[in-house]
């Protein structure tokens, strides 16, 4: 499980590697949707993983005539409300605080786009990726 949840934060770092060879607009609505299906595959049920992708697939759809607002927020919403429910102790607090701080930083570069925004939206995925290796310090998971 630890290597799945770990998948997750490496999901965007390999998204922005391939963006230098495929369009970043496609590479930057995949990620995320990635994202949310992982955490659904690991902690839901079929039958709710199965509804998650669903909501991300529409989510995604919808966003590709739109922009990437509401696909980061449902993506990244869904993982923080299971991390939520599904999870406790450090993985909990890494997970909740991790992507809620990545969907502020993605926020805050959509409403004003610009190097330093663009490198406070990076500090929160470090800062993510830097709460999951706390808690994967853990002696074990801590799955509700």
Not at 96 to 119: E, K, Q, R
Request: charged share 10%; aromatic share 12%.
């Amino acid at each position: 499980m630890w290597w799945g949840m770990a998948s997750m934060f490496a999901v965007s770092w390999v998204a922005d590697l391939a963006a230098h060879w495929v369009n970043p607009s496609i590479v930057s609505a995949s990620y995320p949707l990635t994202q949310g299906a992982i955490i659904g595959a690991l902690l839901l049920s079929r039958r709710e993983a199965m509804l998650l992708v669903g909501v991300l697939m529409v989510a995604g759809l919808a966003a590709s005539l739109a922009d990437g607002f509401l696909l980061r927020t449902v993506a990244w919403g869904s993982v923080v409300g299971i991390a939520y429910q599904r999870t406790t102790g450090r993985l909990q607090v890494a997970l909740v605080t991790g992507f809620s701080l990545m969907w502020a930083g993605w926020l805050g570069y959509l409403l004003h786009p610009d190097w330093g925004t663009w490198g406070i939206y990076q500090c929160a995925r470090l800062l993510a990726v830097g709460l999951f290796c706390w808690a994967s310090l853990s002696p074990k998971p801590a799955v509700a």
